[in-house]
Nanobody, 114 residues
């Protein structure tokens, strides 16, 4: 059974940083591209970032490019999202997604507010 468990969310002031983690189990993590999505209150889920299975390719939404960095550690079955220079509009529930299995985590709340 696929499990994706996000962690690292919280409350941060504008301009601050957070690092999200997504621990995966139940499938061959090193063979799957992984993505982060987010859903703000009253809005649909939107793509944030993606990383190929080997980490050789990454892709970002325009709204987060140059502020967020996706990475992975295949030895730890974990994907990360480093978020810098956070803005109030980054407030959302952040979800990790395993492409190979079409599976979602339960999400972690990120709130950017002064």
């Amino acid at each position: 059974q696929v499990h994706l468990v996000e962690s690292g969310g919280g409350l941060v002031q504008p301009g601050g940083s957070l690092r999200l983690s997504c621990a995966a189990s139940g499938f061959t993590f090193s063979s799957s591209a992984m993505s982060w999505y987010r859903q703000a209150p009253g809005k649909g889920r939107e793509f944030v970032a993606r990383i190929f299975s080997t980490g050789s390719f990454t892709d970002y939404a325009a709204s987060v490019k140059d502020r967020f960095t996706i990475s992975r550690d295949n030895a730890k079955n974990t994907v990360y999202l480093q978020m810098n220079n956070l803005k109030p509009e980054d407030t959302a529930v952040y979800y990790c997604f395993a492409t190979a299995r079409g599976s979602w985590g339960q999400g972690t709340q990120v709130t950017v507010s002064s």
